[in-house]
């Protein structure tokens, strides 16, 4: 299947914005990491502000990047949300808690753990009542999520946005389930071209083992492997380098999704 590119949205240590990181993930300058501020979606209303964790916001950014890089209506545009294990630091929280005789869970702590709640966020600051699919995949949640992105706008004929962020656990939790840094994606694809497209995507999954494709990069590459949302980075890498290029994805059971890139414009 084929569908089309509009927009990016890109936030990490060291990569704050798709366009001012756009050397460095092309492969022309070095990657530094670098603090990144994630300051609470001024789309919501202050209450819900108020409430928000670090993945919330992570996920907001980089979904407002892209459809305002895009110049279309979040509010009309149906999403796709990847995220191989949700907030980390509110479960931390929970557990907590639970360890304590007291046993007391705050309301708002609980409704942010759940694996939906930054797409909840996102209608509420949006205003939008498009369908939005929330999914894991373990470290394959970014090729599930933008597969099934893909699917969506082929089969529905409609733009989808796809919204990919992970962030570290604290530890005891970490130690077990490593994530390196923060990482947030979003691209808005279409089933045809339109006057925003700056690349087309040929999609498949593809059932024979294939290594994925890695980052010239070291400390790129020690990213991609480290965040499952980062492994979205050679994908990014082809945008950006505007060439043709083929592309592997790691996705689950051995399995890959194959994406030959093509610059539009």
Not at 94 to 105: N, P, R, T
């Amino acid at each position: 299947m084929r569908v089309y590119v509009e927009g990016v949205g890109l936030r990490a240590d060291g990569l704050d914005g798709w366009r001012v990181s756009l050397p460095v993930v092309a492969g022309d300058r070095s990657y530094t990491p670098g603090p990144l501020n994630l300051p609470p979606s001024p789309l919501l209303p202050p209450a819900e502000r108020r409430r928000t964790v670090a993945t919330v916001r992570l996920a907001l950014l980089v979904g407002a990047d892209a459809f305002d890089a895009a110049k279309r209506d979040p509010g009309t545009t149906a999403t796709v949300f990847a995220s191989s294990g949700g907030d980390g630091a509110t479960i931390h929280n929970i557990l907590e808690s639970l360890a304590v005789a007291e046993l007391d869970v705050s309301p708002t702590r609980f409704h942010n753990s759940v694996h939906n709640a930054p797409s909840g966020y996102w209608n509420i600051a949006t205003r939008s009542r498009e369908p939005t699919t929330s999914l894991c995949a373990h470290d394959a949640s970014f090729a599930a999520g933008f597969l099934e992105a893909a699917v969506q706008a082929t089969l529905d004929q409609r733009a989808i946005g796809l919204i990919a962020y992970d962030l570290p656990y604290p530890e005891p939790l970490n130690a077990s389930r490593p994530i390196m840094s923060m990482f947030g994606v979003s691209l808005i694809v279409t089933p045809i071209p339109t006057a925003m497209t700056f690349a087309s995507l040929s999609v498949a999954l593809d059932r024979r083992a294939e290594a994925a494709t890695p980052m010239r990069d070291g400390r790129l590459e020690a990213l991609r492997a480290g965040n499952p949302a980062a492994r979205s980075l050679p994908l990014l890498a082809a945008l950006a380098r505007r060439a043709e290029t083929r592309v592997v994805l790691d996705h689950t059971n051995g399995n890959v999704v194959v994406v030959s890139v093509a610059p539009t414009a």
